[in-house]
């Protein structure tokens, strides 16, 4: 069975920075995954982040995000990383991090549904 693992969320104020870490491990897991952030906030539904393809020439973000925030795979295929910068409390909410199998395109990567495996989420608040 694929494990994914968040880490790094905390709580911050308004303009700071965090790094959030996800590791996925174990079953048949491999370096043809791709890899996607969501968030959800209280009474909200899970939104789409951010996400690299499983070769990791393309990422894509959504665009309360874009310019704030930049994803990244570690040198082992395994791990991504989100880094978040110039936070506002809008970005208050619970980090997700999940494997896609071979994905590669922004339709896919960005529709949760498609997602195979899932972390069990980080809490990021951002106070004002």
């Known amino acids: 069975q694929v494990q994914v693992v968040e880490s790094g969320g905390g709580l911050v104020q308004a303009g700071g920075s965090l790094r959030l870490s996800c590791a996925a491990s174990?079953?048949?897991?491999?370096?043809?995954?791709?890899m996607g952030w969501f968030r959800q906030a209280p009474g909200k539904e899970r939104e789409f982040v951010a996400a690299i393809s499983w070769s990791g020439d393309n990422t894509y973000y959504t665009d309360s995000v874009k310019g704030r925030f930049a994803i990244s795979r570690g040198n082992a295929k395994n791990t991504v990383y989100l880094q978040m910068n110039s936070l506002k409390p809008e970005d208050t909410a619970v980090y997700y991090c999940a494997a896609q199998s071979s994905g590669t395109y922004y339709d896919s990567l960005r529709s949760p549904s498609l997602y195979d495996y899932w972390g069990q989420g980080t809490q990021v608040t951002v106070s004002s």
């Open positions: 174990g079953g048949t897991f491999s370096s043809n995954y791709a």
